[in-house]
């Protein structure tokens, strides 16, 4: 899953949607210095990634992708998922998107010196082009995945087949927005178990 899942996912305070975020940025152990909330939002976001890259009906998703991309079949899905979310926003929250958008990004703007170097240079560029609304629009992931793609073009100097992937999302929009849909609510609830477990300790 990507950004707007995951913060979908964070349990409704501050230091939970920081740590469900940083798990994006922070490998490997995770630092002691962060308070615990935000550890605990770092761990279950790496839950939910194992949990997401095991789901069979995410791994049919994978193979929607065209062979010339399949190197790259779990980022692009992962943007597709986000994308689907914010289309469909409304059947998982009744807080309207661009609420939550705009409460995620007061968040990160008030814990700042929280934030990863990384992060805290693109807070500004996600706030002023809202990201997490504009996943709705197909070109924002066509641009998102191009945007990575130009980073890994540049990292290793060639080519890569990121470019343009939004294609793949046209050409298999109803069967990965039925994958999306049979899948988001075993994540929800898996996610709820865990709430449940950290509970009893």
């Known amino acids: 899953m990507n950004y707007l899942a995951h913060l979908y996912l964070a349990e409704d305070s501050p230091h939970s949607v920081i740590g469900n975020l940083l798990g994006d940025f922070v490998k490997g152990s995770i630092s002691d210095s962060y308070p615990s ?29 065209s062979p010339a991309r399949r190197r790259f079949a779990g980022v692009i899905v992962d943007m597709f998922y986000d994308h689907l979310l914010a289309k469909n926003w409304e059947s998982y929250s009744t807080t309207p998107l661009r609420l939550f958008s ?9 814990h700042h010196n929280l934030l990863p170097q990384r992060l ?4 500004p560029y996600i706030i002023k082009e809202d990201w997490l609304t504009s996943y709705r ?3 924002t992931i066509d641009q998102a995945l191009n945007r990575i793609s130009n980073r890994l073009a540049k990292r290793f100097q060639r080519e890569n087949a990121l470019l343009n992937a939004a294609k793949e999302l046209e050409a298999n929009y109803q069967q990965l927005e039925s994958h999306f849909h049979s899948f988001f609510p075993d994540l929800i609830d898996y996610v709820k178990r865990q709430g449940e477990i950290v509970g009893t300790d």
């Open 37 to 65: 909330e935000i550890r605990q939002g770092i761990e279950l976001h790496r839950k939910v990634d194992r949990f997401t890259d095991a789901h069979v009906v995410v791994r049919s998703s994978l193979k929607l992708i």
């Open 102 to 110: 705009q409460k995620v990004y007061g968040v990160l703007t008030e």
């Open 120 to 123: 805290q240079q693109m807070l």
């Open 137 to 139: 629009e197909i070109n």
